[in-house]
């Protein structure tokens, strides 16, 4: 030991104890974005000792404001934000081991990246990934952290299979496509990064010290620039729940996959919501028209957005033209349209 978790184990609550257990400890952080990278260096600089980090985008100048571990550097070279957060992190904790996976996660690799992990922490940024992550930590019995922020709000809980509700207790079904605000279409500003962040890593740092009793039971959700906090208590599970109740685990089956995404022609993928939805275009044109320039008619909604042409149609199907790559094409879709 060379001092540099002294501060951390003269908290009482942590102690020689509690470092070692950290340094033994494995988790899985799914999403490097602003929320992910929030948790990796809180986890690095603690002493967690195997950090899985695992991430399907390239970091991106929009990025900087809020994304804590990335240079302007890594987006210039558009670096993958799973390597830049390696990177960056063992400049910052050298003696614990970053595993960094550049890959969309899906129904075919989540089985596999939860399997062997401690704990899994939420940094994605669409319910579709979330949902899948709370089919396969619930079927693998792997307590997990839920977290979302956008605009000044956030909210969080942990999820602790069989034992709290899981995230379909409380959430039921998928939202429409479209329905929910993204940090690309709402904008998103840092400070309720850090507080959600805070929140669910202090949560991570309590379950791998194994003091559980001081977890927080709720949902919590919280606008730091209303002033508004809410601290909803939870209950038991709910005996009912298509997850933890009945142990449905439709959403990893390759059939329910989340999304349909087929190449069309040369340089463009379409992806198809699971349910169709009726969007409305007029909002969502409205919304996009920040971004660059679009065009909209009564049957679809075209906007020219960085290399890409992307049009939006009323059943929220969406044609990416400028890339023949489906994580690519996906990632676009759950920041411009959201789910
Ligand atoms: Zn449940």
Redesign the pocket.
Known sequence: MNGRYSRQTLFPEIGQDGQKKLSSSNVLIVGCGALGAAHAETLARAGVGNIRIVDRDFVEFSNLQRQSLFSETDAIERHPKAIAAKNRLLEVNSEIEIEAIVADVNYSNIEDLVDDRDLILDGTDNFQTRFLL?DAC?KHSKTWIYGAAVSSYGVTMTIIPQIS?????IFEELPDAGSSPTCDTSGVIQPIISVISAMQTTEALKILVGKTESLHQSLMQIDVWQNDWRRIKLGA??AD?????HKNFEFLEAENAEFSAVLCGRDAVQISPQASTNLDLEALARKLQTLGDVKQNEYLVRLKYDQFELTVFRDARMIIRGTDDVSTARSLYAKLIGN
């Open positions: 709370n619930v509700p899981c995230l379909r207790c599970p709910n729940c298509k997850t933890c109740g």
